[in-house]
Nanobody, 123 residues
Framework: QVQLVESGGGLVQAGGSLRLSCTAS????????MGWFRQAPGKEREFVAT????????YYADSVKGRFTFSRDNAKNTVYLQMNSLKPEDTAVYYC????????????????WGQGTQVFVSS
């Protein structure tokens, strides 16, 4: 299996930036597509972005396109979500996920999940 641990969340003012990291265990990390999802209190988990096994292909939700950048460093077993121009509506717990299905934008496409990291954006 793969274990995922997110980090990098915190408090930031609107318009600011944060970089989230997700570190994975296991030699087969590069065989998985990776995804970021987020969930605000009282709301359903929402797709944010996904990246292919090699990192050559990415796909973003319209709500974050142009502001967030997804990258991966397979040598470090780590993926990153660079979040710029943050808005209060970006406030949520952000979850890292891994799955065999390529570029899935729904939770069914992922087999493994991290515990989440909190992002709070003040107005």
């Amino acid at each position: 299996q793969v274990q995922l641990v997110e980090s990098g969340g915190g408090l930031v003012q609107a318009g600011g930036s944060l970089r989230l990291s997700c570190t994975a265990s296991g030699r087969t990390f590069s065989s998985y597509s990776m995804g970021w999802f987020r969930q605000a209190p009282g709301k359903e988990r929402e797709f944010v972005a996904t990246i292919s096994w090699s990192g050559a292909a990415t796909y973003y939700a319209d709500s974050v396109k142009g502001r967030f950048t997804f990258s991966r460093d397979n040598a470090k077993n780590t993926v990153y979500l660079q979040m710029n121009s943050l808005k209060p509506e970006d406030t949520a717990v952000y979850y890292c996920a891994a799955g065999r299905r390529l570029l899935s934008d729904n939770t069914e496409g992922y087999d493994y999940w991290g515990q989440g990291t909190q992002v709070f954006v003040s107005s």
